[in-house]
């Protein structure tokens, strides 16, 4: 009795290559994608020039002050005499620690300087320390 010879396994071969273009595939759908779910808490306005401002990251508040003059909190418009108490609900109540809050001021070129500083001064009334101010990169044509 003859036994037949077993027919050699082939290796098999895991292509890697589509695995690769897979996975950038996914790696930029979800860096794209979560552009997308950015929050943009302030007004459009015409932001003064800087070649040097940082990036900032999105903050807890977003004080808008447009060319009119009217001044919003995260989109809401609000009137100056209750800029502390719209400022105050909007991080939270209270009980928050407004030391830990960071305020954006997204300020029109045109709106006055003193307007800002007043801004600023009644939110460090009710207790918040961080600013930062919105700027739009320069495009440096000089060089």
Not at 48 to 64: C, F, M, N, V, Y
Request: with cysteine.
């Amino acid at each position: 009795m003859e036994f037949r010879r077993r027919a050699e396994l082939k290796r098999t071969k895991i292509e890697i290559i589509p695995m690769i273009d897979t996975m950038f595939f996914l790696l930029v759908f979800f860096m794209l994608s979560s552009l997308a779910l950015t929050r943009l808490n302030g007004m459009p306005v015409n932001l003064p020039k800087s070649s040097t401002a940082p990036k900032q990251g999105p903050a807890e508040l977003t004080l808008t002050i447009d060319s009119h003059r009217h001044i919003y909190v995260n989109k809401q418009e609000i009137m100056l005499k209750d800029l502390a108490s719209a400022l105050l609900e909007k991080a939270g109540g209270p009980s928050v620690d407004l030391a830990q809050t960071s305020i954006i001021i997204n300020a029109d070129a045109s709106v006055p300087h003193g307007l800002v500083v007043r801004c600023i001064d009644d939110a460090r009334s009710i207790g918040v320390t961080r600013f930062a101010i919105a700027t739009a990169p320069e495009h440096d044509t000089d060089h």
